[in-house]
């Protein structure tokens, strides 16, 4: 096998990215999808996660249609914290939860990460809380929370206000905030990250 194309790993400054609602907006195309489908007389789902059956049974079959995954566009606040990790000089691994609706989701995330972030490592799982890195950028409160219990010394940023855990900022306390607290993490020796 040839590993002449594997990036080097830096294991102590590793900085975890999720896609959906973080890199890529996720809600909006699917949103916009979904009220296509609406009928007259019925009344859209307030809540995109926790949704009547027959609507979840509408974004699923959304969601398997080719091309849905592949393209999704950017989110801006997950950008503006992946640059100021690339700026510091984290190595930028991509961890996303492998869709429900198939392979062929697997595959387009695949794809939209080889074209938006190539030089990035691509993680597709079922269990992010296995996951090492010094941070971890993710919309979705209960993966951040299960993250963080397994990695004690972890950064969590979110885009939601909160204050649930010490090692959590969120992207509302302001960018400068967000950037000190990355170059704190960073800059942490090895030993007293992993440990």
Known sequence: MD?????PLDAG???????????????????????????????????????????????????????????????????????????????IHILTKGPTTGPQAWAEKVEWVREHLPSAT????????????????????PFMELWLRHRPRGLGIVNYESSKHENLVSIHDGMDVVRERLQEAFDMPLRDAIL
């Open 3 to 7: 590993f002449s194309n594997t990036p």
């Open 13 to 91: 400054h590793i900085a975890l990215f999720d896609m959906d609602e973080t890199l890529v907006d996720f809600q909006g195309p699917l949103r916009d999808r979904l009220l296509l489908t609406q009928g007259p007389e019925e009344v859209f789902p307030s809540n995109l996660w926790d949704m009547p059956d027959h609507w979840y049974q509408r974004a699923q079959a959304i969601k398997r249609e080719p091309g849905f995954w592949r393209n999704l566009p950017r989110l801006q606040w997950g950008w503006d914290v992946l640059n100021i990790c690339q700026e510091i000089g984290y190595d």
């Open 122 to 141: 691509l993680h597709i799982t079922d269990d992010k809380r296995i996951a090492y890195g010094r941070v971890f950028v993710d919309d979705y409160w």
